[in-house]
């Protein structure tokens, strides 16, 4: 099959676009550094010819509440326009766990509204609900961090790596479209706090975090389920300790 990648030059991309690439499928990595916008629209058309999967990895840019919104709406209608005229089969989104439970969040309402732009969009689609990425870990210390404290919610959460979130992807890439939600998990549940401070021992960093039920999560408040899967979610085999030895963090 030819499948397009949007953000196929991101964390995830990168190795989705191998995965592809090893299974024999033609692939084009599209990213606007590879001279396809999905905010602008260039490239688009001629990336989608032909193509049977479109697999929407981009991330906006700009994290601020406005921004995200505008980049995932523009964003979705170009990718779809451009879809529907190439006659794509099956369109394949990564979002989030608990995305549905967190629209106190800027970025999250971004999200919502773009899994709203998919269902209505007439193309069959898969949306795949990633939990948080082991790599993220270190930008949740930052966002809570003041001082030498980090102020981080008790809140539970499986996260995953970024290898078995690229993996799921692919197979969900080739496989027929669910037109729902399909959910992908790390295969330990651990608080959140308990988490981050662990990675920040692992790493060497002083700073210590402090449980608080109130501590924000890019502007939402948890509950200790927010960020859970339902039943029988697909689950990676990395862990955090197998996920840090194999990480340029450790190194």
């Not at 007439?122 to 949306?127: L, S």
């Not at 790599?135 to 995953?160: D, H, R, Y």
């Not at 706090?193 to 402090?210: C, G, P, T």
Request: one cysteine or more.
């Amino acid at each position: 099959m030819k499948i397009v990648v949007i953000g196929g030059t991101g964390l995830i991309g990168t190795k989705v676009v191998e995965k592809l690439k090893t299974q024999g499928h033609e692939v084009i990595a599209a990213a606007p550094a590879t001279g396809i916008n999905t905010l602008t629209g260039e490239g688009l058309s001629q990336a989608m010819a032909g193509t049977s999967v479109v697999v929407d990895l981009a991330n906006s840019p700009s994290f601020a509440d406005k921004d995200v919104l505008e980049f995932f709406e523009t964003s979705g209608r170009n990718i779809f326009a451009a879809e529907i005229a190439a006659g794509v089969l099956h369109h394949v989104a990564l979002s989030v766990v608990g995305t549905d439970r967190l629209a106190q969040s800027g970025y999250f309402r971004g999200k919502i509204a773009q899994e709203k732009l998919i269902r209505e969009s007439g193309v069959p689609y898969t949306i795949v609900h990633s939990t948080q990425f082991f790599e993220f870990l270190g930008g949740i210390a930052q966002a809570g961090s003041s001082g030498e404290t980090v102020q981080i919610s008790p809140a539970f959460f499986q996260p995953i790596s970024s290898s078995d979130v690229a993996a799921a992807v692919a197979d969900y890439a080739v496989g027929a479209p669910c037109n729902g939600i399909v959910e992908i998990a790390g295969p330990e549940c651990v608080k959140l706090s308990d988490l981050v401070q662990r990675y920040l021992k692992a790493i060497s960093d002083s700073r210590s975090v402090v449980e608080d039920e109130h501590a924000l999560y890019f502007g939402a408040e948890l509950k200790s389920d927010t960020l859970m899967p339902g039943v029988n979610p697909r689950l990676g085999a990395v862990n955090f300790d197998t996920w840090f030895a194999q990480s340029h963090v450790s190194n």
